[in-house]
């Protein structure tokens, strides 16, 4: 089992940065593959971001390339989540989500899940 706890949401301006954590649980981090999704209001749940558990590989968004940056460190069982350039439309709970079995941006690929932390960015 592991428990994933996400912080570092707020309130920022457009054209502001936020930088999320994701703390694992949990001795076998490195064998996870990690992404970040977001569910905006009205919205269905939608793939940000993912890394291969080496670090090695990263996909992302249409949306987000070249603004958000996902990394981790698998010696303190963290994934980030570096958000520049933030745009209105951006405004989300965003979550944390872990599985060993593939590469896949698709939510339901994903085992375990934090309980979201809350970004809105203001224009």
């Known amino acids: 089992q592991v428990q994933l706890v996400e912080s570092g949401g707020g309130l920022v301006q457009a054209g502001g940065s936020l930088r999320l954590s994701c703390a694992a649980s949990g001795r076998t981090f490195s064998t996870y593959t990690m992404g970040w999704f977001r569910r905006a209001p009205g919205k269905e749940r939608e793939f940000v971001a993912i890394i291969a558990g080496s670090g090695a590989r990263t996909t992302y968004a249409d949306s987000v390339k070249g603004r958000f940056t996902i990394s981790r460190d698998n010696a303190k069982n963290t994934v980030y989540l570096q958000m520049n350039n933030l745009k209105p439309e951006d405004t989300a709970i965003y979550y944390c989500?872990?599985?060993?079995?593939?590469?896949?941006?698709?939510?339901?690929?994903?085992?375990?899940w934090g309980q979201g932390t809350q970004v809105t960015v203001s224009s």
């Open positions: 989500a872990g599985h060993r079995s593939s590469y896949s941006s698709r939510p339901d690929s994903y085992d375990y």
